[in-house]
């Protein structure tokens, strides 16, 4: 399995980004995708995820971020409105077996099983 992030980069509060990840080696609509964070010296934490029932977001980003999928192409997407500089994060793209992530709870990390490198989100004041 790959997975590989795109999209990151530096911007002012208050603009946006979209982030992007492919996902190769797996049948993407077997499982469950999900964008997580991790700020310096923080532990990482579920952002938005997606599952074949919806979808779930983070309090912090609900209403400023929308993640979807294209199944076709294997993407993944994260449109992040409104950034704010709490959201500077290494913005990170995993996929999970669906059991394993409802069981742990599917905003945690540890039902994921595939992740990325990362991608960089600064947001400036």
């Known amino acids: 399995v790959q997975v590989a992030e795109s999209g990151g980069g530096l911007v002012q509060a208050g603009g946006s980004l979209r982030l992007s990840c492919t996902i190769s080696g797996l049948t993407f609509d077997d499982y469950v995708m999900g964008w997580f964070r991790q700020a310096t010296g923080q532990a990482r934490e579920g952002v938005a995820v997606?599952?074949?029932?919806?979808?779930k977001y983070a309090d912090p980003v609900k209403g400023r971020f929308t993640i979807t999928r294209d199944s076709a192409k294997n993407t993944l997407y994260l449109q992040m409105n409104g950034l704010k500089p709490e959201d500077t994060a290494m913005y990170y793209c995993?996929?999970?077996?669906?059991?394993?992530?409802?069981?742990?709870?599917?905003?945690?990390?540890?039902?994921?099983?595939?992740w990325g490198q990362g991608t960089q989100v600064t947001v400036s004041p």
């Open positions: 997606i599952t074949w029932s919806g979808t």
């Open positions: 995993a996929a999970g077996p669906t059991t394993a992530t409802l069981i742990v709870g599917p905003l945690r990390p540890a039902g994921y099983s595939d």
